[in-house]
């Protein structure tokens, strides 16, 4: 069998197309990629905000403090605890450490590496240059330089998407920041919303216990029948048992808080106070700010780029591997002449390696890590929309209980009125006792729903806060764009 011989002119047109093809495959891979979600000129419910809301915000922290605009110490010292003792946020930072870690050893195979050697040999036949057969000892010392030639990216590429990991970890870490500081604020407003509606209700708790009294009276003179005394009896067990559920409430709401600031529930302890906490006017800004903010949709943003630079490295891997070595040193039969000048030894070379069969192998790969780009696009897009909807929840949340807030105000006050007015009724006689205790019940109700609604405009403004990346100054590029 005879085999045709291949002319250099040949080879290198047979050679070209494909080095070109893998140049250009190697090239496409590092497009920019985008979520592919427009940019709204403004927030759906921003846009049906009062003219009070709009008028009167919050001033911005210059620190990052965003809780600070709440005005309450107390606050400010469970938050800044948190940040130092917080277990979620110290993982979030031993994961950053270990991305950065391996950042940085990915990177190294970029570097030249250089490395000290030894050693010793024994066998027949190691000096053939004199024709010897009679065993001996062939000792070596010296150091290997070696240099892989980025030539096609792949090194680079696998840095940096390292540090573009180490990049989402980051961002990560300060998610988690964000998320321990929000969840502490509500917490704690939470708490202290249950201290007041605690003293709402056993108010009520008196004033059935007084109703009840004044039936029994009743009842023992034979003004009433035995149904009127169990009903009142029914709602007295039923409000006690609502200030007990309360009180279990702020129990567990008070263990969470020992929790995150990394406290022990035994022995965390937050003393009942009045709730004096200032609340704040947060604006919404601009939703392109939202996801030039958001920790978690940097974080998106980011492990999308490294699994975009992930398809490079793989294409990469059909191009070959070239890399220069060289080592020098000494190599004797005798310890003692090793380290003679006689004795030295060097070589320099460049090694070349491109596998032709790999069962597939590098085909799979460039498969493996386009799908892992496509479902780290997924979750970016799906981060950007969950991003724009907790803005417009919390934004949906502030301006409907701000409407239902100044409507329970007026029906607070028109259950003061009505108390007032049977207090006067009952003072002149011309309603019963039992008349004037119905309207006190009244009006303790109203300003527990009253309350309610003011928590829970607390927690929306906190939510709001949170789902604004911690922030709500708008961009100087942003306030350019707006003012045109």
């Known amino acids: 069998m005879t085999a045709n011989k291949l002319s250099p002119t040949t080879l290198r047109g047979a050679l070209l197309p ?11 891979s590092t497009a920019e990629l985008s979520s592919g979600i427009a940019t709204p000129a403004e927030f759906k419910e921003q846009a049906t905000a009062t003219a009070a809301t709009r008028s009167v915000t919050a001033p911005v ?60 040999n024994r066998g027949a036949g190691l000096d053939r240059g004199n024709g010897s057969k009679v065993p001996g000892t062939l000792i070596t010392a010296g150091a290997n330089v070696s240099w892989e030639l980025d030539l096609f990216g792949k090194l680079s590429g696998a840095s940096n998407a390292a540090a573009l990991d180490a990049g989402s970890r980051e961002a990560l870490l300060q998610s988690a920041k964000l998320a321990v500081q929000a969840e502490v604020a509500q917490s704690y407003l939470a708490l202290r919303a249950l201290d007041d509606e605690r003293v709402i209700v056993r108010e009520t708790v008196g004033a059935y216990r007084d109703t009840l009294n004044l039936t029994e009276r009743r009842y023992r003179a034979g003004d009433l029948a035995e149904l009127d005394v169990a009903r009142v009896q029914t709602e007295v067990a039923a409000t006690e048992s609502d200030a007990l559920a309360l009180d279990r409430q702020r129990a567990q709401l008070e263990h969470a808080l020992a929790v995150l600031t990394g406290d022990v529930a035994s022995q965390f302890e937050l003393r009942s106070a009045a709730w ?23 974080a998106a943003q980011r492990t999308m780029q490294a699994a975009q630079a992930r398809v490079g490295v793989a294409k990469a891997a059909w191009f070959p591997t070239i890399a220069l070595t060289g080592a020098g040193g000494y190599a004797s039969t005798d310890l003692g002449d090793l380290f003679k000048w006689s004795a030295r030894s060097w070589g320099i070379g460049a090694l070349m390696s491109l596998p032709l069969l790999d069962g597939g192998r590098r085909e799979a790969g460039v498969q493996g890590a386009s799908a892992q780009l496509e479902g780290a696009l997924a979750g970016y897009r799906e981060q950007v929309l969950v991003a724009f909807r907790d803005v417009e929840d919390q934004l949906a949340a502030i301006r409907l209980l701000e409407q239902q807030s100044a409507v329970q105000a007026r029906a607070v006050a028109s259950a003061q009125r009505a108390t007032v007015l049977s207090d006067a009724r009952y003072r002149n006689g011309y309603v019963s006792q039992l008349d ?12 527990r729903q009253a309350l ?14 949170r789902a604004l990346g911690g922030g709500w100054e708008v961009a100087p590029a942003a306030k350019v764009a707006s003012a045109r």
């Open 436 to 447: 004037l205790l119905d309207a006190r019940r009244s009006e303790l109700r109203n300003r």
């Open 18 to 28: 494909l080095v070109a093809a893998l140049v250009l495959a190697g090239c496409a």
């Open 452 to 465: 309610q609604v003011k928590s829970a405009q607390y927690q929306a403004t906190v939510g709001l806060i």
């Open 61 to 120: 922290q210059a620190d990052g403090a965003w809780w600070r605009v709440f005005n309450d110490p107390v606050l400010d010292a469970l938050v800044e605890r948190a940040a130092v003792n917080n277990t979620s946020v110290q993982q979030a930072a031993a994961r950053l450490a270990e991305a950065r870690a391996i950042a940085r050893t990915v990177d190294a195979d970029r570097s030249v590496q250089v490395g000290l050697g030894a050693g010793a």
């Open 276 to 298: 004096t906490t200032a609340l704040p006017s947060i604006p919404a800004g601009l939703p392109s700010t939202v996801l030039e903010r958001r920790p978690d949709v940097a």
